[in-house]
Structures are given as structure tokens and as C-alpha cells.
């Protein structure tokens, strides 16, 4: 063998083994709604992803972390074009975050098929827990019509007879309103769909007055949600038919915004402040400290999301070519939640409690939520027999 | 729809028109008299709410930090005209789109870092917070009847000065012919960025009347301007009195589009409303130049 030969040999053999090793960093794509009424989601979920991150050392399974950030303005073709740069020029290993579902259903299948894997942190439409399920994505949030479910039984339980629904016309708005009729058996007065972001909501109010229901039930997330429970206080409905919605309208970052017209709503989620397990309670009290804030539960979201890629690259010894082993790492979930009890169903999305919490002042006169009832305890999405995978 | 609540989504539709007109009236003048192109009247009306809510929190009244707002709305709409704007005239619309494009990123930047990115808010002031019977039944929030008075008085405020003041009179002499009236001696760099205050004092002064209604946040101006833009096309691109009637005609047609139609159908109503005029009068209903 000549010598020039032997050298290329030589390197190729040390190519081949280096493959095989740990990735000096790991290379993290944050894609959020990070300008526009709806940014205050997408600056909470990284908030909490950046603790969740100090929280494993400043490093993610051991590796040091290159975090990109980038927004998508809450539009999908924004989305897209983000993605895309992620994928080919930052070349990252994993992207997270994705608040919104329109953008979800625009970004998913050109992250996964690239071989990246996607940990929604939000966003979790109908269409990618059933038939469209992908081995790449994992949803660490929840599936879109887990909280409204939730919601519905309580209303069903509590005896509602008739019931007036509304929420924007996109994928999650209409997930939502088929969690709650999935359990909700009563009569649905009206099903009312308004164009997204639109601010003011008094004609839809004025119709609701008239149509006298027993209760209301609606999906407003972020700036949505602000304007809706303040016009819906100013124009006395509070007092007279009352309202019912999910963590999404009434999480942590809007409260403050809308004042009294938030006080005593009920509203159902996954996860809340005052749920009693040693991580939430490190979680809540050390963003108190970081950000001098209470946390929402998109922030505990992020949270959650940072610490999932963090135990399935701790698994794999850092190597994240062997793409197998890694989604075998992700399925296994082995980490910490604040939500106490978290596990993957077979197709990547969580099966979890629910809870019932209402809008209360705390001892510092601070509007947040507090733990009312269980709704559901280690519940499935509806969709995850249609899904195909099997694991 | 029974009379009751025909009565209260006329309320609506009125009370979202002149919100339209206070965005409306400014650009319409900005446009058909300076000929320019200004994006950036929805970040003044962003100012205007942000502006509103912090001095509410200081002042503690609603009055003290509306003047307070407007002022400096109209002191910041003359700095950026003097500063940026005044150098976009003679360049063509294209230009002048894209500079003022990057004055809206410029100032959502500024709200961004200055008040942070979550969502701000303002308390309605204490006697408006209240709903009262206008009839026997038929119930209507007092603050947004506030805002159909504000904006009626806007708009007799307006009339008042354009026919009746000179400035008014040079202002219309502007939008018919702009070089003659440069050409008679008139100060025309005043006349611009005194004209460029009032549209930014009405721009600011809606986002501080939408303040208590809506969340006070980055982008907020956007979504406006958009309609704001629609509501100049259809009333005639110069004239005021068309940017009152398209601004009611639009609040109407969009409050009974959501109500009555179908959501597709419902957000495109106001877009077909302005293909009509402009099929029917491509120039607008009142054009201001012949």
C-alpha cells in the first residue's frame, strides 16, 4: 500500500469512528410565535426551556447547547421559510417550540422528514395524533383536545343543559370545540367561529346575549383571550351567564392583563402552579426567581421540553446520528415532569391528568390559578388509534 | 334578528367605524395631500395605547393620560416626519412603503423594549366601566358609547377646521393641487408636518380609546391598518368626509358580515364591499383630486 493511500485510509477509518461518537454540541432549532399578539406564548415556552436548560447544567444531556431562536410571526409561510434555514444552513439536531397549530401542520412533515426530530412544546392538532402521526415528532405538551375534553366533562357532570360554544376559525379553535362536544351531551345552542386575531368581539357578544344559554364555553389563547374576557365582563354577561374555558385563555401571562374581569373563571388544564410535586414546586420557584414572574403553563411546557431532550441524549451517550436509538430514548420519557405522571402513548403524544383550577388572588394580591378538581386522571388523546405506529 | 339586537349591532358597527375614521381621517389627509404612502400609522396608534395605559398608571386618571398620550403621540408623529418622512416625498411609492415598513418594525422594537413583550393593559376609567339600557331592554357598555361621542365630535372637529379655518383652507387647497399652492408662498414643509401631527394625534388618539377594550401589544397596529386602508380606497383617497362614510359603511358591513354570514364569506365582506366601489367608482365615492 502506498503511503498516500494509507493515510486516506487511515483518515477514513478515523471518519467512520468519529461518526459514531458524541456530538461535541448539540444544535437546538426554537421556532415560536415571538412578535404579535401572539408572542407572549412563544417567549414563555423558551423562558421555560432556558431554566428547564439551567436546570440540567446550562448543557442538554451533557452536551453544551447552540439555541436558535427564530420567529414565525404566527404564519405558516413564515414558519416554513424559518424552518427550512434551520435545516439546511444551521444544519440543527432537534427543533422545539411551534405554538401554534396552523404552523405546526406547515412545518412538521419537512422537520421530520429531514431527520430531525420535533418536540412540540404547544401545538398538538388533531391530524398529526391520528392517521398523520409522525416517528420523528414528539408532543411533550399535549394533544389539542385533551383540555377541552376536560372542560366538557366538567360541564356535562355539572349538569349544563345548554351551552354556547365559540372559538377562531383555525385547526386548534376547532379541535377544541370537538374536545368539549366529545363530552359534553347537552344541547349546543350555537357553534360560533371568529376570524383569528380579529380584536373585538362585540357583535358576537350581542348575539350570545340574545341567545340566552345556560353557559359559555370558548377558546381564546393569548391576546385573543384578553380581549375577549374583558369585552365579555364590560358588557355584563359575567354576572349573567357564566363563562367556562380552558388554561389556554386564562393562563398566567394574560391574567394580569385582565384584571377582574379573570377573577373566579374555571378553567381546565394539564398542569398548575400549585400542583404538589418536588419538580413543579423547584420549576415555579426558581422562575419566580429568574424572571420575576409567576410561570404560565406554556412556560412549564418549555420546561418540560427542554428536560425530555435532555434524557433522551443523555440516554444515547450523546450521539445523535442513530436516529433509532435516540426515538427509542424519546419513547421511554425517562424524566421528570412538573406535572408528576408523564408518559408517551404509541403515538408520541402525552396520556396525563386534568384538572379543574379557578382564577383566584393569591396572598401577594397576584391574580393566578389554584387547583380545584381532577377532570380526568391518565388520559388518552381520541385520536391514537388511528395512528399506525406500534412500539 | 329581532329589533333589540338589530339596534345593538348597529351600535357595534357604528362604534367600529369611527374607530376606522380616527385611523382614516390622518392617513387619508397624509396620503392625498402629501402623496405619501405611511405604514407606519398603525404603529402611532400602537404609541398612542401603550402611551395611554402608562400614564393612567401614574396619573391614576383616564383624562390626565389621554391628553398626556395625545400630546406625545403628535410630538413623536412630527419627529418622525421631520426626521424620516420629510425625505421620502419626492421618491416614488415604492420607496416610501419600504421606509415606512421598517419605521413599523422600528416602533414595535421600541414598544418591545421598552415595555416588554407581554401583553400591556389599561383600566377602564371608573364611571365608564358600566353598561347602561339605551331602551327598555336593550343594554350597551357606556365606554364603547363614549367612543361613538368621541369619534362623532372627531369628526364635526374636522369638518369645522377644513371648511371653516384657514389651515383647513390650505389643506384642501393641498390635496386639489399641491405644487400651486407651494408655488403661491405658502410655508408647504410647515403645512406637512403640522398636517402629519393632526393624523398622528388621531391615530394615537384611537389606540388610546381602544386601549381599555383591547390587549394593549406589539403588532396591535397592524391588524387596523389593513381596514384603515380599505377605508380610504372606498371613501375617495384625500377626502375626510369619504373616509367617514366608507369608515361607517365598513364598520356596519363587517359587524352584520360576522353576525349574519358564514366565517369565510364574513371575513371577506368588507374586501368585496371595496371591489364594489371600485367597480363602480374607481376613484373612490369622494375623490378629493379632479
Given at each position: 500500500?502506498?503511503?498516500?493511500?494509507?493515510?486516506l485510509v487511515?483518515?477514513l477509518?478515523?471518519?467512520?469512528?468519529?461518526?459514531?461518537?458524541?456530538?461535541?454540541?448539540?444544535?437546538?432549532?426554537?421556532?415560536?410565535?415571538?412578535?404579535?399578539?401572539?408572542?407572549?406564548?412563544?417567549t414563555d415556552?423558551l423562558d421555560?426551556?432556558?431554566?428547564?436548560?439551567?436546570?440540567?447544567?446550562?448543557?442538554?444531556g451533557?452536551?453544551?447547547?447552540?439555541?436558535?431562536?427564530?420567529?414565525?410571526?404566527?404564519?405558516p409561510d413564515?414558519?416554513v421559510?424559518v424552518?427550512?434555514?434551520?435545516i439546511e444552513?444551521?444544519?440543527?439536531?432537534?427543533?422545539?417550540?411551534i405554538?401554534?397549530?396552523?404552523v405546526?401542520?406547515?412545518?412538521?412533515?419537512?422537520?421530520?422528514?429531514?431527520?430531525?426530530?420535533?418536540?412540540?412544546?404547544?401545538?398538538?392538532p388533531?391530524?398529526?395524533?391520528g392517521?398523520?402521526?409522525?416517528?420523528?415528532?414528539?408532543?411533550?405538551?399535549?394533544?389539542?383536545?385533551?383540555?377541552?375534553?376536560?372542560?366538557?366533562?366538567?360541564?356535562?357532570d355539572?349538569?349544563?343543559?345548554?351551552l354556547?360554544?365559540?372559538?377562531?376559525?383555525?385547526?386548534?379553535g376547532?379541535d377544541?370545540?370537538?374536545g368539549?362536544?366529545?363530552?359534553?351531551?347537552?344541547e349546543?345552542?350555537?357553534?360560533v367561529?371568529t376570524e383569528?386575531?380579529?380584536?373585538?368581539y362585540?357583535?358576537?357578544?350581542?348575539?350570545?346575549?340574545?341567545?340566552?344559554?345556560?353557559?359559555?364555553?370558548?377558546?381564546?389563547?393569548?391576546?385573543m383571550g384578553?380581549?375577549f374576557?374583558k369585552?365579555?365582563?364590560?358588557?355584563?354577561l359575567?354576572?349573567?351567564i357564566?363563562?367556562y374555558?380552558?388554561a389556554?385563555?386564562?393562563d398566567?401571562?394574560?391574567?394580569?392583563?385582565m384584571?377582574?374581569?379573570a377573577?373566579g373563571?374555571?378553567?381546565?388544564?394539564?398542569?398548575?402552579?400549585?400542583?404538589?410535586?418536588?419538580?413543579?414546586?423547584?420549576?415555579?420557584?426558581?422562575f419566580?426567581?429568574?424572571y420575576?414572574?409567576l410561570p404560565?403553563l406554556?412556560a412549564?411546557?418549555?420546561?418540560?421540553?427542554?428536560?425530555?431532550i435532555?434524557?433522551?441524549?443523555?440516554?444515547?451517550?450523546?450521539?445523535?446520528?442513530?436516529?433509532d436509538?435516540?426515538?427509542?430514548?424519546f419513547?421511554?420519557?425517562?424524566?421528570?415532569?412538573v406535572?408528576?405522571s408523564?408518559?408517551?402513548?404509541?403515538n408520541?403524544?402525552?396520556?396525563q391528568?386534568?384538572?379543574?383550577r379557578q382564577?383566584?388572588?393569591?396572598?401577594?394580591?397576584?391574580?393566578?390559578?389554584?387547583?380545584?378538581?381532577?377532570?380526568?386522571?391518565?388520559?388518552p388523546?381520541?385520536?391514537?388509534?388511528?395512528?399506525?405506529?406500534?412500539? | 334578528?329581532d329589533?333589540t339586537?338589530l339596534?345593538?349591532?348597529?351600535?357595534?358597527?357604528l362604534q367600529?367605524?369611527?374607530m376606522?375614521?380616527?385611523?382614516?381621517?390622518?392617513?387619508t389627509?397624509?396620503?392625498g395631500?402629501?402623496?405619501?404612502?405611511?405604514?407606519?400609522?398603525?404603529?402611532?396608534?400602537?404609541l398612542?395605547?401603550?402611551?395611554?395605559?402608562t400614564?393612567?398608571?401614574?396619573?391614576?386618571?383616564?383624562?390626565?393620560?389621554?391628553?398626556m398620550?395625545m400630546a406625545?403621540?403628535?410630538?413623536?408623529?412630527m419627529l418622525?416626519?421631520?426626521?424620516?418622512l420629510?425625505?421620502?416625498?419626492?421618491?416614488?411609492?415604492?420607496?416610501q412603503?419600504?421606509?415606512?415598513?421598517?419605521l413599523?418594525?422600528?416602533?414595535?422594537?421600541?414598544?418591545?423594549?421598552?415595555?416588554?413583550?407581554?401583553?400591556?393593559f389599561?383600566?377602564l376609567?371608573?364611571?365608564?366601566?358600566?353598561?347602561v339600557?339605551?331602551?327598555?331592554?336593550?343594554v350597551?357598555?357606556v365606554?364603547?358609547?363614549?367612543?361613538?361621542?368621541?369619534?362623532?365630535?372627531v369628526a364635526?372637529?374636522l369638518?369645522?377646521?377644513?371648511m371653516?379655518?384657514?389651515?383647513?383652507?390650505l389643506?384642501?387647497?393641498?390635496?386639489s393641487?399641491?405644487?400651486?399652492?407651494g408655488?403661491?408662498?405658502?410655508?408647504i414643509?410647515?403645512?406637512y408636518t403640522?398636517?402629519?401631527?393632526?393624523?398622528?394625534?388621531?391615530?394615537?388618539?384611537?389606540?388610546i380609546?381602544?386601549?381599555?377594550?383591547?390587549?394593549?401589544e406589539?403588532?396591535?397596529?397592524?391588524?387596523?391598518?389593513?381596514l384603515?386602508?380599505?377605508?380610504?380606497v372606498?371613501?375617495?383617497?384625500?377626502s375626510?368626509?369619504?373616509?367617514f362614510?366608507?369608515?361607517?359603511?365598513?364598520?356596519v358591513?363587517d359587524?352584520?358580515?360576522?353576525?349574519?354570514?358564514p366565517?369565510?364569506?364574513?371575513?371577506?365582506?368588507?374586501?368585496?364591499l371595496?371591489?364594489?366601489?371600485l367597480?363602480?367608482?374607481p376613484?373612490g365615492?369622494f375623490?378629493?383630486?379632479?
Amino acid at each position: 500500500m502506498s503511503k498516500p493511500l494509507a493515510r486516506l485510509v487511515f483518515a477514513l477509518v478515523l471518519l467512520s469512528a468519529t461518526s459514531g461518537m458524541a456530538a461535541e454540541n448539540v444544535k437546538i432549532g426554537y421556532i415560536a410565535t415571538m412578535s404579535g399578539p401572539g408572542a407572549s406564548l412563544g417567549t414563555d415556552i423558551l423562558d421555560g426551556f432556558k431554566l428547564g436548560m439551567k436546570h440540567c447544567g446550562d448543557k442538554l444531556g451533557g452536551l453544551p447547547v447552540d439555541l436558535i431562536v427564530g420567529d414565525d410571526q404566527l404564519k405558516p409561510d413564515v414558519g416554513v421559510q424559518v424552518a427550512s434555514r434551520m435545516i439546511e444552513k444551521d444544519k440543527v439536531d432537534f427543533v422545539t417550540g411551534i405554538v401554534f397549530s396552523n404552523v405546526m401542520m406547515a412545518v412538521a412533515k419537512s422537520i421530520t422528514d429531514a431527520g430531525i426530530f420535533l418536540v412540540s412544546a404547544n401545538a398538538g392538532p388533531s391530524p398529526l395524533a391520528g392517521a398523520g402521526c409522525l416517528p420523528n415528532l414528539f408532543t411533550v405538551s399535549w394533544q389539542n383536545d385533551q383540555t377541552h375534553e376536560a372542560m366538557g366533562k366538567y360541564l356535562q357532570d355539572k349538569g349544563i343543559k345548554r351551552l354556547y360554544l365559540m372559538a377562531p376559525n383555525y385547526q386548534a379553535g376547532k379541535d377544541g370545540l370537538a374536545g368539549v362536544k366529545r363530552y359534553f351531551k347537552g344541547e349546543i345552542v350555537a357553534e360560533v367561529y371568529t376570524e383569528i386575531n380579529k380584536p373585538d368581539y362585540a357583535p358576537e357578544l350581542a348575539q350570545l346575549r340574545a341567545a340566552k344559554p345556560d353557559a359559555v364555553f370558548v377558546f381564546y389563547p393569548g391576546g385573543m383571550g384578553i380581549n375577549f374576557v374583558k369585552q365579555y365582563a364590560q358588557a355584563g354577561l359575567k354576572e349573567e351567564i357564566p363563562l367556562y374555558t380552558t388554561a389556554f385563555t386564562l393562563d398566567q401571562s394574560v391574567l394580569e392583563a385582565m384584571g377582574d374581569a379573570a377573577l373566579g373563571l374555571l378553567n381546565s388544564s394539564f398542569w398548575s402552579p400549585d400542583l404538589d410535586n418536588p419538580v413543579n414546586k423547584k420549576f415555579v420557584a426558581d422562575f419566580k426567581t429568574a424572571y420575576n414572574r409567576l410561570p404560565s403553563l406554556f412556560a412549564a411546557q418549555g420546561y418540560d421540553a427542554a428536560l425530555l431532550i435532555d434524557s433522551a441524549v443523555r440516554q444515547v451517550g450523546g450521539d445523535l446520528k442513530d436516529k433509532d436509538k435516540l426515538r427509542a430514548a424519546f419513547r421511554k420519557a425517562d424524566f421528570k415532569s412538573v406535572r408528576g405522571s408523564f408518559r408517551f402513548n404509541n403515538n408520541h403524544f402525552p396520556i396525563q391528568n386534568f384538572y379543574i383550577r379557578q382564577v383566584v388572588r393569591d396572598e401577594n394580591n397576584v391574580l393566578t390559578n389554584k387547583l380545584v378538581g381532577v377532570a380526568f386522571e391518565s388520559h388518552p388523546d381520541a385520536y391514537h388509534d388511528q395512528c399506525g405506529m406500534k412500539w | 334578528m329581532d329589533s333589540t339586537l338589530l339596534i345593538v349591532q348597529g351600535l357595534n358597527g357604528l362604534q367600529l367605524g369611527v374607530m376606522l375614521f380616527l385611523m382614516a381621517a390622518g392617513l387619508t389627509l397624509v396620503f392625498g395631500i402629501m402623496n405619501m404612502i405611511n405604514l407606519a400609522h398603525g404603529s402611532l396608534y400602537m404609541l398612542g395605547a401603550y402611551l395611554a395605559a402608562t400614564f393612567q398608571r401614574f396619573t391614576g386618571s383616564f383624562a390626565a393620560a389621554l391628553a398626556m398620550a395625545m400630546a406625545v403621540t403628535v410630538i413623536v408623529g412630527m419627529l418622525v416626519e421631520v426626521i424620516a418622512l420629510r425625505r421620502l416625498y419626492g421618491r416614488d411609492h415604492l420607496d416610501q412603503v419600504l421606509a415606512t415598513f421598517a419605521l413599523i418594525l422600528f416602533f414595535n422594537e421600541l414598544v418591545r423594549i421598552l415595555w416588554g413583550p407581554q401583553a400591556y393593559f389599561m383600566a377602564l376609567p371608573g364611571g365608564l366601566s358600566g353598561h347602561v339600557a339605551i331602551l327598555p331592554g336593550v343594554v350597551y357598555p357606556v365606554y364603547r358609547l363614549v367612543i361613538i361621542g368621541v369619534g362623532m365630535a372627531v369628526a364635526l372637529f374636522l369638518y369645522m377646521l377644513i371648511m371653516r379655518t384657514r389651515l383647513g383652507m390650505l389643506i384642501r387647497a393641498g390635496a386639489s393641487n399641491r405644487e400651486i399652492v407651494g408655488a403661491l408662498g405658502v410655508n408647504i414643509k410647515l403645512l406637512y408636518t403640522l398636517l402629519f401631527g393632526i393624523g398622528a394625534g388621531l391615530a394615537g388618539l384611537a389606540g388610546i380609546m381602544a386601549g381599555p377594550i383591547l390587549s394593549i401589544e406589539v403588532g396591535m397596529g397592524e391588524s387596523i391598518l389593513i381596514l384603515t386602508f380599505v377605508v380610504i380606497v372606498i371613501g375617495g383617497i384625500g377626502s375626510v368626509r369619504g373616509a367617514f362614510i366608507a369608515a361607517i359603511l365598513v364598520g356596519v358591513a363587517d359587524t352584520f358580515g360576522r353576525v349574519l354570514l358564514p366565517p369565510v364569506l364574513a371575513s371577506m365582506v368588507i374586501y368585496i364591499l371595496m371591489a364594489a366601489v371600485l367597480c363602480w367608482r374607481p376613484q373612490g365615492l369622494f375623490p378629493s383630486h379632479g
